[in-house]
């Protein structure tokens, strides 16, 4: 069965939901996986241009992601509104924690690309970066966690609000977050061979390579895993989506090869189209699953507000284009 089967009038809101959740994923991969390249070379000492590279673009990356996350927010809100507002009624604290770290986070981003922590010793260096990087992967993980308990039956609801808890434990949250950190190697691979392709030269398209198939790797390890946790369910739900994501980890795995054989151009390119493509086809599995596996929201009907979201994503892409052109035509002043 299709995502799109049997949808009523929700196709639409579900489209937009998948497409723009794969933005914001593919976002995050870049941030998480630029504040680790960051940590490791804090860990390692001495500096290379794909760090300087992750760390000068660490606090735009971030703050693009988390604005992409504002709509697939309200789409799921739109189709799950009960089950998302109950999950994060009984996370309470524990999801709204996220704020402040994501608070600290960008701040340690904007301190770590400063020349004064570039001239501190390693160790305060490693705290700057991997408090970030932790910063993010428990931001990670907290969404994964309210993901899957918005997704759980009722009795895990009250089961978890008789026992008083803050945190909801699952086997598949681990599993998730290996399938995500996976992907963020695959997105930050591409995204700083575009970045700092030419400043990175063969050598560190070489290593943006192996991290593009390192992550491939792992994130096939994790989907593994999560199959075998959910069963059938994956091949009955997600069919074309899963056979999408097959033939986008194949074009992704050559990109990537080629980019370790030093052949930036057409690797840059075969990469990036098999790693967007793979963004969408997950995103496309996640909501199969979620769909088969758990109720619309009931009122549905009454929702109104497509062409006012659709004409504030006009206006918003329009004010981005017109701040992007302002700072351009005024660089030389800066
Ligand atoms: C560093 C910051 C962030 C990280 C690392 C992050 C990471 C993630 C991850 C890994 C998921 C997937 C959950 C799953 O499939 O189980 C997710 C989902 C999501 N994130 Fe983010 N996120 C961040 C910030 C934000 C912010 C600030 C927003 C809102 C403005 C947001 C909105 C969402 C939404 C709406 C979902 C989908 C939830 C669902 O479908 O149930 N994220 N995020």
Redesign the pocket.
């Known amino acids: 069965m299709s995502l799109f089967d049997d949808l009523g009038g929700r196709g639409g809101y579900l489209l937009l ?1 998948v497409l723009t ?1 794969a933005l ?2 593919l976002l ?1 991969g870049f ?2 996986g630029a504040a680790a390249w960051a940590t490791v070379r804090a860990l390692r000492g001495g500096d290379d241009p794909i760090a300087g590279v992750s760390r000068d673009w660490l606090p735009f990356g ?1 703050g693009a ?3 992409a ?2 709509a ?2 309200l789409l ?1 809100q739109v189709l ?1 509104q009960h089950r ?1 507002y109950t999950a994060t009624l009984l996370l309470s604290h524990r999801f709204m924690a ?1 704020v402040p770290v ?1 608070i600290a ?1 960008f701040y340690l981003l904007y301190l770590g690309k400063s020349e004064r922590v570039q001239a501190w010793n390693r160790v305060r260096r490693l705290l700057v970066h991997g408090g970030a990087l932790a ?3 428990f ?2 993980w907290t ?2 966690e ?3 308990l ?1 997704s759980a039956s009722p009795e895990v609801w009250v089961a978890h609000y008789a026992e008083g808890r803050l945190v909801h434990r699952d086997p598949v949250i681990a599993q ?2 290996v399938v ?1 950190l996976g992907l963020a190697g695959t997105a930050y691979a591409v995204g700083t061979a575009w970045l700092g392709g030419t400043l990175a030269g063969n050598a560190g398209m070489r290593r943006l390579g192996a991290v593009g198939l390192g992550g491939l790797t792992v994130a096939l390890g994790g989907a593994g895993a999560l199959a075998w946790t959910y069963g059938n369910d994956v091949a009955a739900t997600a069919g074309r989506a899963v056979v999408l994501a097959a033939l986008a980890v194949v074009a992704a795995g050559f990109g990537f090869l080629l980019l370790a054989g030093g052949k930036l151009r057409a690797g840059r390119r075969l990469a990036t189209a098999g790693v967007i493509v793979l963004f969408v086809a997950v995103s496309a599995i ?1 909501e199969s699953m ?1 769909a088969h596996r758990v109720e619309w929201r009931g009122t549905l009907d009454g929702a109104q507000g497509l062409p006012l979201f659709l004409l504030f994503v006009v206006l918003g892409v329009v004010a981005i284009v017109w701040c992007a052109r302002l700072v351009r035509r005024h660089l030389d002043r800066v």
């Open positions: 939901l959740f914001h994923a995050i941030v998480l971030l992601a988390i604005t996350g504002v697939p927010l799921v799950y998302m996220i994501l986070g910063a993010f992967v931001v990670a969404w994964i309210e993901h899957t918005a998730r977050l995500w996640r979620r």
